[in-house]
């Protein structure tokens, strides 16, 4: 339950916050878990995901992100097969979405945020297929995804009849409307070193980029002869290009957060929402990352190390939201009887009341006061001092610095100054 409204507040912030480009992509993440877990036991992670073509198994996550930044949008962990039953029958809209395949239901839950602004959601093989294109152009939207098993409707038959003979090579197929005779969907058979099938509810037949690639070839045929680098180029239609410049981003945005950044190794737990939690904390780690390289124009090649370990830092000195307390400024009228009082009352722990040289003022007009290093074994700066060793205005003399004591503290410089005092004093 923590989980889910942790999901649910992630997605809601991120809906009312951000606003993506003009293109959203569809696929999933795996949150590391090797523990317990699974239908057969009620120990562990509820349900476990093991997939041999997963680098990793644990939580499944949906998500979609924006293809122009990289940044997650929406999340959705899954659920076991009842789990997920019952919330579907929960929905108001539960008639409607009955015959929606599974990858239909979580492509539109994903962008529901952005019905009816005409973007374009990308989406793999575990998504696409021609009810999730017509139920996308029905909100208003665009689609364009790689069919692989979800061929319902799916001309496969006819485009796989298709003779090609080399790299580039293509055929199309068109669904045209009967009313407005406008083509509303386009199914695309294109051969790289494989065939594969694409449906796009956007782009038509216009031809892209072509790739460029390097291959190592034997162009020599002599004995002991090395390779030659030979350039290789595959002509593809607009509606591919566009697919490819997107469908990774997820992907790219699943190896920074696992092999950069590494919560899931460097984070022990044995409790699996921790672990989850963890995961989704990675996950706005490294849109922290692909949002500083977006806006910051200097360091588009800044290592994801260096990054964290600078945001590392400037969390734990994190001070939004506390507090400070500044020391009062005194009168020189008030100095004096500070004096009288050290002089005849017990040692206390006050601010120093010298100024740090040479240094700015703070906002609101008031001194920076002198730090030191304090007396006990952390040697951490203190702008505390000790009343009665410490002259309050005369520089020449020396100030004795001390932490504050506090719960949880381990030094313990000043109980042992103020043992001192009691030995010395009496």
């Known amino acids: 339950m923590l989980l889910d409204d942790f999901v649910t507040h992630f997605n809601k912030y991120r809906a009312e916050t951000f606003v993506p480009g003009g293109s959203i992509c569809i696929d999933e993440s795996i949150v590391r878990w090797y523990g317990n877990g699974g239908s057969y036991v009620n120990e562990g992670l509820p349900h476990y995901v093991a997939m041999e073509r997963k680098p990793e198994n644990g939580c499944e996550i ?3 992100a924006c293809v122009d930044s990289s940044i997650m949008i929406q999340l959705k962990i899954v659920k076991g097969k009842e789990d997920e039953d019952r919330l579907e029958s929960s929905r108001n809209d539960e008639e409607e979405r009955s015959e929606l395949n599974h990858g239909t239901k979580v492509v539109l839950d994903l962008t529901k945020p952005w019905n009816t ?3 374009e959601i990308i989406a793999d093989s575990a998504f696409a297929s021609v009810s999730t294109a017509m139920e996308v152009r029905k909100k208003n939207n665009n689609f364009t995804g790689c069919v692989k098993t979800a061929t319902k409707e799916f001309p496969m038959k006819e485009l796989n009849d298709q003779v090609f003979i080399e790299r580039g090579s293509r055929a199309a197929l068109a669904h045209i409307d009967e009313r407005s005779k406008a ?6 058979s294109w051969l790289d070193r494989n065939r594969r099938f694409f449906i796009t509810t956007l782009h038509g037949l216009d031809e892209g980029k072509e790739i460029f690639r390097e291959r190592l070839r034997q162009v020599n045929d002599d004995p002991n002869a090395p390779p030659d680098r030979v350039a290789i180029q595959v002509k593809q239609p607009a509606a591919i290009e566009q697919y490819y410049d997107g ?3 997820i992907d790219n945005h699943n190896r920074v957060r696992q092999a950069d950044l590494m919560m899931d190794r460097r984070l022990g737990t044995q ?3 921790k672990r989850c939690g963890f995961g989704i904390a990675g996950m706005i780690f490294t849109d ?6 977006k806006t910051v124009g200097d360091n588009q090649d800044e290592c994801p190390n260096e990054f964290f370990s600078g945001l590392a830092d400037e969390m734990i000195d994190n001070k939004i939201g506390v507090r400070e307390t500044r020391a009062r400024v005194v009168s020189p009228a008030e100095l004096d009887s500070v004096m009288e009082d050290n002089t005849n009352n017990e040692p206390t722990l ?6 740090k040289p040479n240094a700015k003022a703070n906002k609101d007009g008031t001194p920076k006061l002198a730090q030191g290093r304090c007396g006990g074994k952390c040697g951490q700066q203190s702008t505390r001092v000790c009343s009665k060793c410490t002259h309050a205005t005369d520089p020449a003399q020396k100030q004795y610095f001390f932490c504050l004591p506090c719960k949880g503290k381990e030094c313990d410089g000043w109980l042992k100054h103020l043992e001192w005092h009691k030995q010395n004093d009496a």
């Open 62 to 64: 949906q998500n979609a």
């Open 117 to 119: 602004s005409g973007r």
């Open 183 to 188: 083509t509303t969907m386009v199914a695309w």
């Open 247 to 249: 469908a990774g981003i």
């Open 271 to 273: 409790v699996w929402d």
């Open 288 to 293: 922290a990352f692909f949002f500083y390289q």
């Open 350 to 355: 006050r601010a120093t009341l010298r100024v």
